[in-house]
């Protein structure tokens, strides 16, 4: 069943349409332990997710719930301060609610971020990893269901995806900064669980250098609006089986709170380059 995004979240849109202090031009997707990155730039408007009709309620801890209207280099920026997880049992309409938001405030750009288990053997937990490409085998299948989009739409997706323009702007931002970039091909696991080492041994046969439990559907649907869209990984531990350490959410928000200061540098440096 095709859902209509655009009536089914008229009143949360008309709720951020009254509240908005303007349209924003880049977009960033904060994730797990990177909410942070808000209390840095100057901050406008913040708005509780609870207080937006038919925002669906985060269940994870580091995913505080809030829509979030700031300025940083007099780039007009929003920030979504927690996602919404495929893994907590939501639809993937659901998953992708930022982005539709983001696009419907006329927003272009998007950054996915996000914290994530190295595959590649040359990573180090405190790693960023930009994406040059993404593996969503295992949400195809949900993509198709979205609303909205005709086959068509998500097929074109994938033209420039993830998006050459600001992969290249951030790119040139940790060179200015310079901050050890990684590229690589970030692979989405569904969860809830972390993956088993043979899982992981899979994907490393298969080109990924990174895994993680979010960003691929986001980014699909962002491209499919025409918007630009592009990841960056927090690599916050190394994936199952190439470490002898016991994964766990703790440690994930830990290693992605290490890297803070050099995680806001790229990011504000790339917004001084957009
Ligand atoms: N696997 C999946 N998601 C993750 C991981 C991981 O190892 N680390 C952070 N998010």
Redesign the pocket.
Known sequence: MKIDLSFKYKDLLEHINKEKPFNPEFTIILG?GLGDFASTVDVKKSISTEDLPGYPPSTVSGHSGKIIFAEADSKKLLLFKGRIHFYEGYKIYECVLPVFIAHKLGCSKILLT?????INRNYSPGDLMLAYSFNGIDIKKELTQLIGLTANDVKSAFVNLPSSQLNSVIKKASIKENILLQEGTYWF?K?PS??TPAE?NMMYKFNGDA???STVHEAIFAASLKMEASSVSC??????GISNTK?SHAE?TESAKMVKSKFERLIKRTISFI
């Open positions: 797990s996000n914290a994530a288990g190295g696991s969860g972390y993956e992981i895994v993680g439990m690599i916050t531990n190394l994936a199952a994964l994930v």
